[in-house]
T-cell receptor, first 111, second 115 residues
């Protein structure tokens, strides 16, 4: 699976949009971009995934650049409950094998 | 069930004792994964099951660690002769075949403390 690069930490004011970047410059054509988050003391939680088109669900939006070398996870109205470590992962379509979690971005939502 | 269930939620054991950790995946999820997370550290892959077989055991840290899965459902992670460095949260996840549309669903974990 392609390697991803994320900033180690970010701050965002409560109520504002949180934009979390991820670089995946070596991504290949059949690799999807996945985002998970881990709130303190809980297991990681799936957020969203995409291949090349922008995606939106009830939790977040995923913006993937046209060259697919980077993406941004957007939490439109961040709340204190969004404080967590956010992981960006790329992996080949249809595979069941392990996901390797990197260090992620620790997002602090400021009141 | 509605989610991935792990038991016990907390386990304190004495050094040298054996422990068994249980994972009940979501019904119909054929893939099952074990990870562990030491305090303040990242997620460390241990083992992956597809059905009852384990194509990837590469993350098991030593031969004291073993895991099995029966009936394509429940999985048990066993740690023999526990050591203090085994203290961690052990997380189980499951997914549908291919994992594409839904990703992984994680349980809440078992916090193991070896004293």
């Amino acid at each position: 699976d392609a390697k991803t690069t994320q900033p180690p930490s970010m701050d965002c004011a409560e109520g504002r949009a949180a934009n979390l970047p991820c670089n995946h410059s070596t991504i290949s054509g059949n690799e999807y971009v996945y985002w998970y988050r881990q709130i303190h003391s809980q297991g990681p939680q799936y957020i969203i995934h995409g291949l090349k088109n922008n995606e939106t669900n009830e939790m977040a939006s995923l913006i993937i650049t046209e060259d697919r070398k980077s993406s941004t996870l957007i939490l439109p109205h961040a709340t204190l409950r969004d404080t967590a470590v956010y992981y960006c992962i790329v992996r080949v379509a249809g595979r069941d094998d392990k996901i390797i979690f990197g260090k992620g971005t620790r997002l602090h939502i400021l009141p | 069930g509605a989610g991935v269930s792990q038991s016990p939620s907390n386990k304190v054991t004495e050094k040298g004792k054996d422990v068994e950790l249980r994972c009940d995946p979501i019904s119909g999820h054929t893939a099952l994964y074990w990870y562990r997370q030491s305090l303040g550290q990242g997620l460390e892959f241990l083992i992956y099951f597809q059905g009852n077989s384990a194509p990837d055991k590469s993350g098991l840290p030593s031969d004291r660690f073993s895991a099995e899965r029966t009936g394509g459902s429940v999985s048990t992670l066993t740690i023999q002769r526990t050591q203090q460095e085994d203290s961690a949260v052990y997380l189980c996840a499951s997914s549908l075949p291919g994992g594409i549309n839904y990703g992984y669903t994680f349980g809440s974990g078992t916090r193991l403390t070896v004293v």
